[in-house]
């Protein structure tokens, strides 16, 4: 019996040697090993990666964005939606609070565009619930672009020939295209192309060394520190409402000048009195001043501030440096296609 099972044995064994060669399993390429940290940021956060992207049409996107650009936009014609929201400074104008189309400053701090479609709502107060219904604020609001009336606004669009022609090409089974809600649609198509990927989307992807140390350092810091109870998800943040000092009172580690009572003067509830959406983080490091009102010029100072009102911790230089240097990473590259015209 053991002569028989070692004649098989050669057999194979010939058999074997004469096919063609194949990589076995130990001389294959070892499958690269997920450290702990990535499997923690995959647990939180999403990368941008991971988001459909949207069924616009080439036309839709590009009278969104021509109308995006638009002074006519506004009574007077001296701001764009790009004026508040400047595509070239990361979707923002790096002002505590923003000039309207009369030079009156609003009341609150204008967040990013960029990856404002990733948000579950829109305004500090969210009040909007998407990006289409966020354009139609501002253009109404007379501290902003100071149209009268959305009929105001129709009327004086249907004026331009380009506009007839591109709206009826976006909209082709409406009789009359140029409609306030059109235009909101239009603005919010563009808008939902803005979410540009940064290091951070590489990492979460797989390539562990888009990351420094440092940088790694302050993604465990950033989990460590419990700041991913507001900040997480593919915007990290922009999903729920948070009250603004749950250990103190905000504006005396601000600064502001003036205390607002957030989503309360909304809904006139006492008890959400200092509560805001959380804001998302994409792009932190290029959208100061921080805050509902513009009122923290420093990245590092506002990780201090959010880290002592929202978890009672005092950070160390180390850990304010490394979270910063974290924070960083989620800078897009942003394509010039996006900036302008």
Same mark, same amino acid.
């Given at each position: 019996?053991?002569?028989?099972?070692?004649?098989?044995?050669?057999?194979?064994?010939?058999?074997?040697?004469?096919?063609?060669?194949?990589?076995?399993?130990?001389?294959?390429?070892?499958?690269?090993?997920?450290?702990?940290?990535?499997?923690?940021?995959?647990?939180?956060?999403?990368?941008?990666?991971?988001?459909?992207?949207?069924? $616009?049409?080439?036309?839709?996107?590009? &009278?969104?964005?021509?109308?995006? =650009? !638009?002074?006519? #936009?506004?009574? %007077?014609?001296?701001?764009?939606?790009?004026?508040?929201?400047?595509?070239?400074?990361?979707?923002?104008?790096?002002?505590?609070?923003?000039?309207?189309?009369?030079?009156?400053?609003?009341?609150?701090?204008?967040?990013?565009?960029?990856?404002?479609?990733?948000?579950?709502?829109?305004?500090?107060?969210?009040?909007?619930?998407?990006?289409?219904?966020?354009?139609?604020?501002?253009?109404?609001?007379?501290?902003?672009?100071?149209?009268?009336?959305?009929?105001?606004?129709?009327?004086?669009?249907?004026?331009?020939?380009?506009?007839?022609?591109?709206?009826?090409?976006?909209?082709?089974?409406?009789?009359?295209?140029?409609?306030?809600?059109?235009?909101?649609?239009? $603005?919010?198509?563009?808008?939902?192309? &803005?979410?540009?990927?940064?290091? =951070? !989307?590489?990492? #979460?992807?797989? %390539?562990?060394?888009?990351?420094?140390?440092?940088?790694?350092?302050?993604?465990?810091?950033?989990?460590?520190?419990?700041?991913?109870?507001?900040?997480?998800?593919?915007?990290?943040?922009?999903?729920?409402?948070?009250?603004?000092?749950?250990?103190?009172?905000?504006?005396?580690?601000?600064?502001?000048?003036?205390?607002?009572?957030?989503?309360?003067?909304?809904?006139?509830?006492?008890?959400?009195?200092?509560?805001?959406?959380?804001?998302?983080?994409?792009?932190?490091?290029?959208?100061?001043?921080?805050?509902?009102?513009?009122?923290?010029?420093?990245?590092?100072?506002?990780?201090?501030?959010?880290?002592?009102?929202?978890?009672?911790?005092?950070?160390?230089?180390?850990?304010?440096?490394?979270?910063?240097?974290?924070?960083?990473?989620?800078?897009?590259?942003?394509?010039?296609?996006?900036?302008?015209?």
């Amino acid at each position: 019996m053991r002569k028989i099972y070692l004649l098989v044995s050669l057999g194979v064994f010939i058999s074997c040697n004469n096919t063609p060669k194949k990589q076995s399993v130990t001389d294959a390429e070892p499958a690269q090993t997920k450290s702990e940290l990535l499997k923690t940021a995959e647990t939180f956060f999403k990368s941008v990666s991971s988001v459909p992207k949207p069924e $616009i049409s080439e036309e839709k996107i590009a &009278l969104g964005k021509k109308l995006y =650009f !638009d002074t006519r #936009l506004s009574k %007077d014609g001296n701001i764009s939606c790009n004026s508040c929201h400047n595509l070239e400074t990361f979707g923002v104008d790096n002002l505590p609070t923003s000039p309207g189309d009369t030079k009156e400053l609003g009341a609150r701090n204008s967040p990013t565009v960029l990856h404002a479609s990733l948000h579950a709502m829109q305004f500090w107060d969210g009040r909007a619930k998407d990006v289409e219904e966020q354009a139609e604020g501002p253009i109404l609001n007379p501290v902003e672009h100071n149209i009268p009336s959305a009929e105001f606004l129709e009327k004086k669009l249907q004026q331009v020939a380009e506009y007839q022609n591109l709206f009826k090409v976006v909209y082709p089974d409406q009789e009359q295209p140029i409609t306030f809600k059109n235009i909101a649609n239009a $603005i919010g198509a563009f808008e939902r192309t &803005l979410n540009p990927a940064s290091r =951070f !989307d590489k990492f #979460l992807d797989g %390539d562990e060394q888009a990351l420094n140390q440092q940088e790694k350092d302050g993604l465990k810091a950033f989990v460590d520190n419990s700041c991913i109870t507001c900040h997480s998800g593919v915007a990290l943040g922009g999903q729920m409402f948070q009250k603004f000092g749950l250990f103190g009172n905000y504006w005396e580690h601000t600064k502001s000048k003036k205390i607002d009572a957030g989503l309360s003067d909304l809904t006139k509830n006492e008890a959400e009195k200092y509560f805001f959406k959380v804001p998302g983080l994409r792009n932190i490091e290029k959208t100061a001043p921080y805050f509902h009102d513009g009122s923290v010029e420093k990245l590092e100072d506002a990780v201090r501030i959010m880290a002592k009102l929202q978890s009672n911790k005092d950070l160390t230089e180390k850990q304010v440096d490394d979270i910063v240097a974290f924070l960083k990473t989620l800078t897009s590259d942003i394509e010039d296609s996006q900036k302008r015209l």
